[in-house]
């Protein structure tokens, strides 16, 4: 049996309902349309079957596939909604509030069990993270303790369960990251992996798919270098078997973004002062592939990990990168221009960009691309509304088989758009001369498209220092014998000399030039003393 198309879910100022996934792109009739702008939060469950909203008055729970109401709660406050990874409990929460007088108000997090088939849960609490066992919440199964623990992160997938931890550093002892595997803490040898950095006021921890390694990312508030506005990021490698490394970015400046491949055997960074490079990196952080540098800020494997997009999202102008990750061939380049969103379908065939507000409130709405670069389904909010949030409904790994990649466009109903181009600004008095095509950056292409150097590589900062060494003793030599042997000098070069040779007199150096000269200048006073 073929698997279901997924559904879109879309919520703005025209209230909240469904649409077809590709090819159709109609109104879903699983979904009764809540009309009105009072949806503030929906989520599906992690395997797509179960929809949780609000609609302002209350929190209803519904099985997508057979259109049943499951559950509704009275929270008209709630604003974020999220299940667990089994789909067994739903938390709400919503802002905490005080009465008039001063007395503590009711709690603001709830938990509620829509089935019973979770494991573990777990918070943190004052240099302690506490375990919850089988929706059991009276009752702590295993505490971690570390001194000014700041923050966790569960392994995703099925037991053994790991956890890493995050320390910032005090007083010149440094920040660091450890592994644990659940429900070992005791014991100075429990940790599965520590990493030490200085360097770092706060950090994101990747798990990969397969809680076999975790990618960290440190972070300073504050560059000490000048160097960047943003602080410095640095991004380590820890592995559950003990390892654990630096990785090396060969550009220096901010690190965007960076991702894990579904298949946990390979990362994609993308980091440096703009245009940016996008690297990928296997197990032993050595670079697998150099994509070069472009206007991106953002990686994103498709589900079955064989397609990477690279995008230039937020200042940039929604330029897009496509490709095939296991050939390394480059699919197509389409522009999403103003896009504040990214997803692919669970499909792994279709991408999703959107504009939407509150970050930009003009020109809102969605489009629906193949990977071609064909646009397939487009929807323009009208001038007087916003979209608020769009999204995929999610599918378990497996659902869609990995299917063959295409670099020929797919075939649309859609029209083309040509993407705008802002012209730069041009003072009044070079407004009627000719424009020169210059530019701030020189892009760096991929490896894999990088002309031959041949024999002609450039030489390295030392080797050019000796090369320029050697030319000024050969010219100091030269300008000895043309005053020892007059006639030498007045003998005409050959005629094959190239023309951008250095001269004999100079080295191309200015300093070394200057010691040529003073050179000479002594010699002439001493020989007329």
């Known amino acids: 049996m073929a698997p279901s198309t997924p559904l879109l879910t879309v919520r703005g100022s025209e209230g909240l309902y469904m649409v077809n996934g590709p090819p159709h792109f109609t109104e879903s009739t699983l979904f009764p349309?809540?009309?009105?702008?009072?949806?503030?939060v929906y989520t599906f469950s992690k395997d797509g079957t179960l929809f949780a909203w609000g609609n302002g008055e209350k929190i209803n729970v519904t099985n997508v596939t057979n259109k049943g109401l499951l559950h509704s709660f009275d929270l008209p406050k709630a604003v974020c909604l999220e299940f667990s990874p089994k789909n067994t409990v739903l938390a709400t929460w919503q802002p905490y509030t005080t009465s008039k007088d001063g007395t503590a108000g009711i709690p603001n997090l709830q938990l509620y069990d829509v089935k019973t088939d979770e494991t573990v849960c777990a918070r943190n609490v004052n240099n302690e993270v506490h375990f919850f066992e089988n929706n059991n919440f009276n009752t702590i199964a295993n505490k971690l303790h570390l001194q000014k623990i700041n923050d966790f992160v569960l392994s995703p997938g099925p037991q053994p369960y790991k956890v890493a931890v995050y320390v910032p550093g005090s007083k010149g002892a440094p920040s660091f990251v450890r592994l644990y595997q659940y429900p070992n803490f005791d014991g100075p040898h429990a940790a599965l992996a520590n990493k030490s950095f200085f360097k770092a006021d706060k950090v994101t921890m990747l798990w990969?798919?397969?809680?076999?390694?975790?990618?960290?990312?440190?972070?300073?508030?504050?560059?000490?270098?000048?160097?960047?506005?943003?602080?410095?990021?640095?991004?380590?490698?820890?592995?559950?078997?003990?390892?654990?490394?630096?990785?090396?970015?060969?550009?220096?400046?901010?690190?965007?973004?960076?991702?894990?491949?579904?298949?946990?055997?390979?990362?994609?960074?993308?980091?440096?002062?703009?245009?940016?490079?996008?690297?990928?990196?296997?197990?032993?952080?050595?670079?697998?592939?150099?994509?070069?540098?472009?206007?991106?800020?953002?990686?994103?494997?498709?589900?079955?990990?064989?397609?990477?997009?690279?995008?230039?999202?937020?200042?940039?102008?929604?330029?897009?990168?496509?490709?095939?990750?296991?050939?390394?061939?480059?699919?197509?380049?389409?522009?999403?221009?103003?896009?504040?969103?990214?997803?692919?379908?669970?499909?792994?065939?279709?991408?999703?960009t959107a504009t939407c507000a509150p970050r930009l409130r003009v020109n809102n709405g969605y489009k629906i691309w193949h990977y071609t670069g064909s646009v397939l389904h487009k929807y323009d909010v009208p001038s007087n509304g916003e979209l608020w949030q769009v999204s995929w409904q999610p599918f378990l790994d497996g659902i869609f088989p990995v299917k063959a990649i295409t670099y020929q466009?797919?075939?649309?109903?859609?029209?083309?758009?040509?993407?705008?181009?802002?012209?730069?600004?041009?003072?009044?008095?070079?407004?009627?001369?000719?424009?020169?095509?210059?530019?701030?950056?020189?892009?760096?292409?991929?490896?894999?498209?990088?002309?031959?150097?041949?024999?002609?590589?450039?030489?390295?900062?030392?080797?050019?220092?000796?090369?320029?060494?050697?030319?000024?003793?050969?010219?100091?030599?030269?300008?000895?014998?043309?005053?020892?042997?007059?006639?030498?000098?007045?003998?005409?070069?050959?005629?094959?000399?190239?023309?951008?040779?250095?001269?004999?007199?100079?080295?191309?150096?200015?300093?070394?030039?200057?010691?040529?000269?003073?050179?000479?200048?002594?010699?002439?006073?001493?020989?007329?003393?």
Request: proline share 8%.
């Open 33 to 40: 349309r809540e009309s009105g702008k009072n949806c503030k």
């Open 208 to 352: 990969n798919k397969k809680a076999t390694a975790v990618l960290v990312i440190a972070s300073t508030d504050v560059d000490k270098t000048g160097a960047s506005y943003y602080g410095e990021q640095t991004l380590h490698y820890i592995a559950a078997n003990g390892e654990s490394a630096v990785v090396q970015l060969p550009k220096n400046g901010p690190i965007y973004d960076v991702v894990w491949n579904s298949s946990s055997t390979e990362f994609c960074a993308v980091y440096g002062f703009m245009p940016a490079k996008a690297t990928i990196f296997n197990l032993k952080c050595d670079p697998v592939f150099d994509f070069g540098t472009g206007p991106r800020n953002a990686a994103y494997y498709s589900p079955h990990g064989h397609i990477l997009v690279l995008a230039g999202f937020g200042n940039l102008r929604g330029q897009m990168e496509v490709w095939d990750v296991k050939n390394y061939k480059l699919i197509s380049k389409p522009v999403a221009s103003d896009s504040t969103y990214f997803a692919w379908c669970p499909d792994g065939e279709h991408i999703l």
């Open 409 to 529: 466009a797919v075939p649309s109903d859609v029209p083309s758009e040509e993407p705008k181009v802002a012209t730069a600004y041009r003072p009044p008095a070079l407004r009627n001369k000719p424009v020169t095509n210059s530019k701030l950056h020189e892009e760096e292409p991929p490896q894999n498209m990088k002309p031959q150097a041949g024999n002609d590589k450039p030489l390295s900062k030392t080797a050019l220092k000796n090369q320029r060494k050697h030319e000024a003793k050969k010219a100091a030599k030269q300008e000895a014998r043309n005053e020892k042997s007059p006639d030498l000098a007045t003998t005409p070069a050959p005629q094959s000399t190239p023309r951008n040779t250095v001269s004999q007199s100079t080295s191309g150096d200015p300093e070394i030039d200057k010691k040529i000269k003073n050179l000479k200048k002594n010699k002439q006073q001493l020989g007329n003393s």
